[in-house]
């Protein structure tokens, strides 16, 4: 046996922490192979891959404007991502955001639909506040049959995803529906005290973007700085360790879930489209749009004085992002406020 495996031949041993150089190369190599993998399936489709390269990773970064819808879409992303994150670290695999998500945006829209008339400055931060509620107790679901059914957390999360969106659609076909809305399937106009402030002038990025950093830098300290987070580590590196230290499994996927659904429920305020410095709508219309990026039943289109390359961005109002204010003065007239619309 040694003539055929010498001496000399290397072994394999792993690492007990990775070095610095893999973990500068590692997102850098998985950002190239899904780049390359995604330039085959458009080649495979017919498409230009040059055309997408430069439409996907060059021209949001080319002006302004382009650069300021990145940060406003990159924000809720990014705090969906850190409540996750740590349920992954826990090896709970909440999949289901989507579903928390949505009930984080029904649970907001109760005060605009409940009270149109209502006004003053309290009303976007109690949207922030039930919106993050709601999350949290869609995500409840999945903690309770986790726990008490040992049901499989990835399947149920994302089956509950799929019943948060035919309640979104029952209440905007039924008890929420606007009467006054041309029978689309939404809600009623919410009022501009509903809009979160601007935080760039000229922009749509809100003080959202703000919340969602902080937060980010909060999840960091939380994980590496405190004790909870430190139990939730090890119970994910070595259950048996955990458990033997008197680190109780329930309460980590309770608290697990509990953070990715209040994550997830926290990115739900309106937002609306910058406008001329008059505010000045050409034309009244909310129609039913279907987003790209999810199935989320809270999405309006209003006409807008932009030029025509960016008129499908002036218009969108929805849920899936935190909303903001317009960039003016004067609060807008109704035709311009944010509405809330199914998807079907």
Same mark, same amino acid.
């Given at each position: ?159 509950? $995803? ?117 505010? $000045? ?53 109704? $035709? ?9």
């Amino acid at each position: 046996m040694s003539a055929w495996f010498p001496a000399s031949v290397p072994t394999l041993v792993r690492r007990e922490r990775a070095s610095l150089a893999a973990a500068l190369c590692a997102p850098v190599i998985a950002l190239g192979g899904a780049i390359a993998l995604n330039l085959c399936l458009y080649v495979l489709m017919g498409r230009d891959p040059v055309a997408v390269v430069y439409a996907m990773l060059l021209e949001p970064f080319l002006s302004w404007a382009s650069f300021s819808e990145v940060l406003l879409k990159a924000g809720p992303l990014l705090l969906i991502a850190q409540g996750l994150a740590i349920g992954f670290r826990a090896k709970v695999f909440n999949i289901g955001a989507e579903g928390q998500f949505i009930l984080g945006a029904i649970f907001a829209s109760a005060i605009p639909v409940w009270f149109p008339q209502a006004t003053g400055q309290w009303i976007w931060p109690a949207m922030l506040l039930l919106g993050a509620i709601g999350g949290a107790i869609w995500a409840s679901l999945t903690a309770f049959w986790r726990v008490r059914l040992n049901a499989n957390e990835i399947l149920v999360s994302l089956m509950l $995803s799929l019943v948060a969106a035919q309640l979104l659609n029952y209440l905007l076909l039924g008890p929420w529906k606007d009467p006054n809305g041309f029978n689309f399937p939404q809600s009623v106009m919410f009022q501009y005290d509903a809009m979160v402030p601007t935080l760039i002038a000229g922009t749509r990025v809100n003080v959202s973007f703000l919340i969602t950093l902080v937060l980010s830098v909060a999840a960091w300290v939380f994980m590496q700085k405190s004790f909870i987070g430190y139990k939730l580590q090890v119970g994910g590196l070595a259950p048996r360790a955990a458990g033997y230290a008197g680190f109780r499994e329930g309460w980590a996927i309770w608290l697990s879930l509990l953070i990715g659904g209040f994550a997830a429920g926290l990115q739900v305020l309106p937002k609306s489209p910058v406008r001329s410095a008059s505010c $000045s709508v050409r034309s009244r219309a909310a129609m039913v749009m279907r987003l790209s990026s999810s199935p989320i039943s809270a999405a309006c289109i209003q006409s807008a004085s932009w030029s025509r390359r960016w008129s499908w961005l002036s218009s969108i109002s929805a849920a899936t992002m935190p909303w903001s204010r317009p960039a003016c003065r004067s609060p807008p007239s109704v $035709s311009s406020r944010a509405v809330c619309c199914s998807p079907t």
